[in-house]
């Protein structure tokens, strides 16, 4: 399948800071990638749906100015969580859309970010 | 609105074969996925479905009745590594993923 590089893969930082997350699709041209939260033992949650060339499109109660995103080319995405606090703590996974493989999603390994 | 339900969690034993299904209700149906999840790490894609009927991959095999909104994950000769959470996905009119909650497979020895 499909291989979707997330980086870094874990992050700590203090209060207050920016933290940008990197989403590379390795192996294949993505024009629409997707970003997930994930709070322990729950679902996915969709946070916003990145298309290259253009704006992201957030779900509802997703802040657009906190959590940036940039789909700059067509392997790469980024997520910026910006002045991050405590509660930002979680496990954000990227996913990339591969058109040429029945529409599939291929999952990044997750970025846990702890904000102390 | 939009719905998938899946069983909160269940328990086999190893060796055995376990089921677990998926109901939906979407605005369109452009497909459904199965995922693999083990804790901690973001999902692994299993199956997609999107013409009625029985996929088989291995050990793992996925069925589809669009009519009754229906889905099942049918794993066999459970292995202790099967141990994780399988989350179901549909695919709806506007190509978005829509997600269950997932189902945590407990495997006992």
């Known amino acids: 399948g499909a291989v979707v590089s997330q980086h870094p893969s874990w992050v700590i930082c203090k209060s207050g800071t920016s933290v940008k997350i990197e989403c590379r699709s390795l192996?294949?041209?993505?024009?629409?990638m997707f970003w997930y939260r994930q709070f322990p033992k729950q679902s996915l949650m969709l946070m916003a749906t990145s298309n290259e060339g253009s704006k992201a499109t957030y779900e509802q109660g997703v802040e657009k100015d906190k959590f940036l995103i940039n789909h700059a080319s067509l392997t790469l995405s980024t997520l910026t969580v910006t002045s991050a606090h405590p509660e930002d703590s979680s496990f954000y996974i990227c996913?990339?859309?591969?058109?040429?493989?029945?529409?599939?999603?291929?999952f990044g390994p997750g970025t846990r970010l702890t904000v102390l | 609105g939009q719905n998938i339900d899946q069983p909160t969690e269940m328990t086999a034993t190893e060796g055995a074969i376990v089921q677990i299904n998926c109901t939906y209700q979407t605005s369109g149906f452009n497909g459904l996925f199965w995922y693999q999840q083990h804790a901690g790490e973001a999902p692994t894609f299993l199956s997609y479905n999107v013409l009625d009927g029985l996929e088989e991959k291995g050990r793992f095999s996925s069925f589809l009745s669009r009519s009754k909104g229906y889905s099942y994950l049918l794993l066999k000769e459970l292995q202790m590594k099967d141990s994780a959470s399988y989350l179901c996905?549909?695919?709806?009119?506007?190509?978005?993923?829509?997600w269950g909650a997932g189902t945590k497979l407990i495997i006992k020895p």
């Open positions: 192996d294949f041209q993505a024009t629409t």
């Open positions: 996913s990339a859309r591969d058109l040429g493989e029945a529409d599939t999603q291929y």
């Open positions: 996905a549909v695919l709806d009119s506007n190509y978005q993923l829509i």
